[in-house]
């Protein structure tokens, strides 16, 4: 078993930001907050926003810029044997001290191009219970990765995390987009398609869906609240344009789609029982 317990995402003003999450998605008051980093934490879910560094740094192929700015963080049970697998295979990845100051972690470059810090489960491995009315206030619902070749991915994560692939659980009035493994694979936690969703981007699902934002294009975090229609009013009236995409996707989840103060497209969704 393993756990999705945090994203990390850049944005471009710490206030802006903290207003946003905090006041208009209503994450209540962050756990951190410092003049690079504003921390948000439910019960066992961690959003971290980072103003990113402009600093350079060179190695012998090239110069490179801090990859540690927007990242997914998850825990699985054995750290050491993920590690094993990915020297076996010649994954890209480095140890590093863990972000909670207590042991080590690793940090992966994963084939879609995205950065995942994996760290090892210090106590009871959460499942997912976003279906249970014992939700509070909020969580990760899923983390939503882009790669243009999915099953790339999804082997990689199998292989060296020990993740395994489940299958999509679409409504019965689909949106119009592809469910095929080959577009869209999911790492899934609990009923309700929450965990990790890989995706092939797809230009036109905006427009054949009549949305205002495009969730298969750059990734995107979804936090599952108790009540996604205060959350749209709150969104209305900062003037935030919102796509309510109802129950288009997922079973039994209603979700609607924003951009956040700096571009990134965060989803919101809500557990509708049948």
């Not at 998605?25 to 439910?42: D, H, N, Q, W």
């Not at 600093?55 to 963080?73: A, F, H, P, Q």
């Not at 965990?195 to 936090?223: C, E, Q, T, W």
């Amino acid at each position: 078993m393993w756990n999705l317990c945090g994203i990390s995402l850049a944005v471009h003003d710490l206030d802006l930001a903290e207003h946003f999450y905090k006041n208009v998605l209503g994450l209540g008051a962050p756990k951190i907050r410092t003049e690079i980093e504003c921390v948000f934490a439910s019960s066992h879910s961690i959003i971290r926003l980072k103003k990113p560094s402009n600093k350079l740094i060179r190695n012998e192929e090239g110069i490179l810029t801090s990859v540690l700015d927007r990242y997914v963080m998850i825990e699985i049970p054995d750290l050491g044997k993920a590690k094993t697998s990915l020297v076996k295979t010649g994954a890209n990845f480095q140890q590093i001290k863990s972000l909670q100051g207590d042991g080590a972690c690793l940090c992966i470059a994963l084939p879609c191009q995205n950065i995942m810090i994996v760290c090892e489960a210090s106590s009871k491995i959460f499942e997912e219970d976003i279906e249970q009315v014992t939700l509070k206030k909020w969580k990760l619902h899923h983390v939503n990765l882009q790669a243009a070749d999915v099953r790339k991915s999804v082997e990689f994560l199998a292989t060296n995390l020990g993740l395994r692939e489940g299958s999509w659980k679409a409504p019965k009035e689909k949106g119009d987009f592809s469910i095929e493994p080959k577009d869209l694979s999911v790492f899934p936690l609990g009923a309700f398609n929450g965990g990790l969703h890989i995706i092939k981007p797809d230009p036109g699902f905006a427009l054949r869906n009549n949305f205002a934002h495009n969730p298969s294009i750059g990734g995107h975090p979804a936090v599952a609240v108790q009540d996604i229609q205060a959350v749209k009013n709150r969104l209305e009236r900062e003037d935030i344009q919102v796509t309510d995409a109802g129950t288009y996707a997922m079973r039994n989840m209603h979700q609607i789609y924003c951009l956040d103060p700096s571009g990134n497209v965060i989803e919101i969704n809500q557990y509708i029982p049948d």
